[in-house]
């Protein structure tokens, strides 16, 4: 096929700024639905209580959408800047970078709305808590979107880097690799962070007292689930900096996106069941405060032995990049 | 719509180095700081006990923060931050509602504006949680709980600052845009001044209060 | 099949807004779906508020529908800017 790069990386431009925008919205979305939901529930329970919980459902919202906030800048910079290469490499590079960022702000929109859900049923149990049920949500919800900057990271060194020192075949690939690995990896801690501190939230507006053991735990937890989304950006990491040698085979190229498929899909399942763990430990420290030790101690374990399939996709991963 | 793609840009070479200053963002800055020093002057130019309405307007900015930050700091630590909190509100307040005056450009609308004032917040947080609780305390507590989890919670610091940053930016240069490019395609008169009113009046003052609650939040998580 | 250049970037762009605008509808739908059935029960709850409970589901709705803006956007840009 003779047509020129420029027409490939416009191409690729296009389809990957659609993606980007498209699964960026997902999320999101769907959070701030459960948000608005959540907020009415409790408008309904605690009419007094409007104003504040009012405004936390806005402020929630406005958390919740910079997930797809960020797929916005990437495709707009993916629509309307000139991207000058020399090599086939630059095509792959671009898409990934829709890639990264589509996939990567769906877990994130929707983990960052079940802690603003929270929160507004919160205030209408404990109107008093308000300002700390705020603050709470505020630091849940921000932290919940780090695999989301993991993926907006990997977007932009996948298209700022200078490829044209690399082979063509099997970097392409490998970045498709990279892009997938990245996004795909941030869904399920996405998710999982939101679920956390949800229940963090809940356990304040129930029990005051146990504020500072619950965000204590709730911040543990969320730094724990975070991990299977390290372990994607890991991954893509590898595939971007490592050089391969040239091939004209199609199977090394297969094994490097399998790669990034394997440890992108993996990831979802433990940074969700890791979520579920930690919240089922904050929910429980706030509602037994004497045993803190014990349920942490436990909860750590729990969240380590789910971990597992996550390693074990690590593992597959490192093996299609370095042995075969 | 050729006005997407176009930075004035004023390009000082200094040691072998280009410094690029982006005029449009200076420009509205300093718009933006004019306004605000005289809504002060006039806000405190004749304090009476039964106020005028530029005192009224002034006091409910500075009591409704002043609240926002005892809610979140202990009351001492509040009154030295509060004064932070109130500019930091009323800046990124002006600066995305100015967007509204014809051919005015938000200076939160250039990338350097939230990520200079993310990198502010927090270096302001990081040396109050130093001095707080003294150096070796505030490094053990990345080592907290197991000591292989220190790289992830620098690149967790880090992230706080690209979060925040990129979040401001992103909402203000994508509704600008959006303004934009739906007035070009719809030719309408009808349209734009809906937009504009949610974009740049409802997500920007949203945007504001979400910028400086996180920063306030993340001082409180450094100090405490 | 001979095809040319600026056709298959055409193609493409074509492609990018399907995909963006498609994907981009399902997060809104579900997302103010959720928001107006908790609105149903809550109003089921609490008549008297029924106003009230209206407006704030409404501006739920519009928060979440701005992603849905945004590809819109996003598509119309590919489809006759781009």
Redesign the interface.
């Known amino acids: 096929m003779a047509y020129d790069i420029q027409t490939w990386i416009k191409v690729a431009a296009f389809t990957g700024a659609g993606l980007a925008m498209g699964l960026g919205a997902i999320g999101a979305a769907v959070g701030e639905g459960y948000t608005a939901a959540q907020a009415n529930a409790a408008i309904s329970r605690n009419t007094k209580a409007t104003g504040e919980i009012f405004k936390s459902m806005l402020v929630g919202q406005a958390i919740a959408e910079s997930a797809s906030i960020f797929a916005l800048v990437i495709a707009m910079i993916l629509l309307f800047s000139n991207f000058t290469a020399t090599s086939y490499v630059t095509v792959a590079a671009v898409f990934a970078a829709g890639l990264a960022m589509g996939f990567g702000a769906v877990g994130s929109g929707v983990g960052s709305g079940f802690p603003a859900g929270a929160a507004c049923t919160g205030m209408a149990r404990q109107p008093a808590m308000g300002g700390r049920l705020t603050t709470n949500m505020l630091i849940g919800s921000a932290v919940c979107q780090t695999p989301s900057i993991f993926a907006l990271v990997t977007a932009f060194i996948l298209l700022f880097s200078d490829f044209s020192m690399r082979p063509v075949s099997p970097t392409w690939a490998a970045l498709l690799g990279a892009g997938f690995a990245s996004g795909l990896g941030a869904i399920g801690s996405g998710i999982g962070g939101g679920v956390v501190a949800q229940n963090s939230c809940e356990g304040i507006a129930r029990q005051p007292s146990a504020v500072t053991p619950v965000t204590n735990i709730m911040l543990l937890g969320q730094a724990v689930t975070q991990t299977p989304a390290i372990l994607g950006l890991l991954v893509s990491f590898i595939l971007i900096f490592k050089s391969f040698e040239p091939t004209n085979s199609l199977a090394p190229s297969m094994a490097l996106l399998a790669s990034g498929l394997c440890i992108g899909i993996g990831a979802i399942g433990p940074g969700i069941g890791e979520g579920i763990a930690s919240s089922g430990g904050v929910k429980w420290v706030a509602r037994n405060e004497a045993h803190v030790g014990d349920i942490t101690r436990l909860m750590l374990v729990g969240m380590a032995v789910a971990e597992s399939t996550a390693i074990y996709s690590l593992v597959i991963a490192l093996v299609l990049v370095f042995v075969v | 719509m050729d006005e997407l793609g176009k930075v004035y840009q004023l390009i000082v070479p200094c040691f072998g180095h280009n410094m690029t200053f982006n005029l449009d963002a200076i420009a509205m800055t300093w718009i933006v700081f004019g306004v605000l020093i005289v809504f002060g002057f006039f806000a405190t130019r004749n304090k009476s006990l039964l106020p005028g309405p530029v005192q009224v307007l002034g006091e409910l900015f500075v009591s409704q923060l002043y609240g926002l930050t005892e809610d979140a700091l202990d009351k001492e630590k509040a009154e030295k931050y509060a004064p932070l909190v109130c500019a930091l509100f009323m800046f990124l307040l002006m600066s995305n509602w100015i967007g509204m005056i014809p051919h005015m450009h938000e200076p939160t609308k250039d990338l350097n504006t939230p990520l200079s004032l993310g990198l502010m917040g927090f270096v302001i947080a990081h040396y109050a949680g130093i001095k707080s609780k003294g150096f070796k305390a505030y490094v053990k507590e990345y080592f907290e709980p197991i000591f292989f989890m220190m790289p992830l919670n620098v690149i967790g610091e880090l992230a706080k600052i690209v979060s925040i940053s990129f979040r401001l930016f992103g909402n203000i240069m994508g509704g600008s845009i959006i303004i934009l490019v739906v007035s070009y395609l719809t030719f309408s008169v009808l349209l734009p001044p809906f937009l504009n009113a949610f974009f740049v009046i409802f997500v920007g003052a949203i945007q504001a209060f979400v910028f400086t609650m996180l920063t306030v939040v993340y001082i409180s998580v450094q100090v405490k | 099949m001979a095809i040319e250049?600026?056709d298959?970037?055409q193609?493409?762009?074509f492609?990018?807004?399907?995909?963006?605008?498609?994907?981009?509808a399902?997060?809104?739908?579900?997302?103010?779906?959720?928001?107006a059935?908790?609105?149903c029960?809550?109003?089921g709850?609490?008549p008297k508020?029924a106003g009230?409970?209206t407006r704030?589901?409404l501006?739920?709705?519009?928060?979440?529908?701005?992603?849905?803006?945004?590809?819109l956007?996003?598509?119309?840009?590919?489809l006759?800017?781009?």
């Open positions: 250049g600026t298959i970037v193609a493409a762009a492609l990018g807004a399907g995909l963006s605008m498609g994907l981009g399902i997060g809104p739908g579900i997302g103010e779906g959720m928001a059935a908790k609105a029960e809550a109003i709850k609490n508020e009230l409970l704030t589901m501006v739920g709705q519009a928060v979440s529908e701005s992603t849905g803006i945004y590809s956007v996003i598509a119309l840009l590919l006759f800017v781009v």
